[in-house]
T-cell receptor
């Protein structure tokens, strides 16, 4: 079984600020996967990234970057130079290697003001 | 390529009526998931199909809910009779296999009056 904590319920920033969304997960498995999804105001769930537990390299995709720290069980997500279109709820979701159901956190609502 | 397709996008119905939600997974995906999202409970898995066979339906709330997957390209979630507490957004997701990335449809917003 896995557990995920997204301690930040809501974050409010002004456009162009950098913002980091925290995700702490708990799992007893050595093989697992970590996902981030974005849910904009329109409601759809958009896949952002998947990492496996054996790959601790950080990932950068445009303004998005992810920092995976296995030692602290964290998989944080940073948006550089935030934009209004980044306003959404962001979900972190670990998936244990023996399971097929990701555990979705409660999400962090990011509001980017112009 | 088309993503996961769900219909209808919005459904408003009266208590006691039958509701049928539809989903077309991404072509070639073998796993299909139905979720429900509410403010109170967040995102909950209702049922999981693999190769059209229901594998885990432990999340289905009660007998009023049923799901079918008659073929690899179509699934339905039926609520009969519907109740106001069923009001939620229902998502369908598909993946290549059970542990692969799930891709979500746009959701069906159900309101039961």
């Amino acid at each position: 079984a896995q557990k995920v904590t997204q301690a930040q319920t809501e974050i409010s920033v002004v456009e162009k600020e950098d913002v980091t969304l925290d995700c702490v997960y708990e799992t007893r498995d050595t093989t697992y996967y970590l996902f981030w999804y974005k849910q904009p105001p329109s409601g759809e769930l958009v896949f952002l990234i998947r990492r496996n537990s054996f790959d601790e390299q950080n990932e950068i995709s445009g303004r998005y970057s992810w920092n995976f720290q296995k030692s602290t069980s964290s998989f944080n997500f940073t948006i550089t130079a935030s934009q209004v279109v980044d306003s959404a709820v962001y979900f972190c979701a670990p998936l244990s290697g023996g399971s097929y159901i990701p555990t979705f956190g409660r999400g962090t609502s990011l509001i980017v003001h112009p | 390529d088309a993503g996961v397709i769900q219909s209808p996008r919005h459904e408003v119905t009266e208590m006691g009526q039958e509701v049928t939600l539809r989903c077309k997974p991404i072509s070639g995906h073998n796993s299909l998931f139905w979720y429900r999202q509410t403010m109170m409970r967040g995102l909950e898995l209702l049922i999981y199909f693999n190769n059209n066979v229901p594998i885990d339906d432990s999340g289905m709330p009660e007998d009023r809910f049923s799901a079918k997957m008659p073929n690899a390209s179509f699934s339905t979630l039926k609520i009969q009779p519907s109740e106001p507490r069923d009001s939620a957004v229902y998502f369908c997701a598909s993946s290549l296999a059970g542990t692969d990335t799930q891709y979500f449809g746009p959701g069906t917003r159900l309101t039961v009056l």
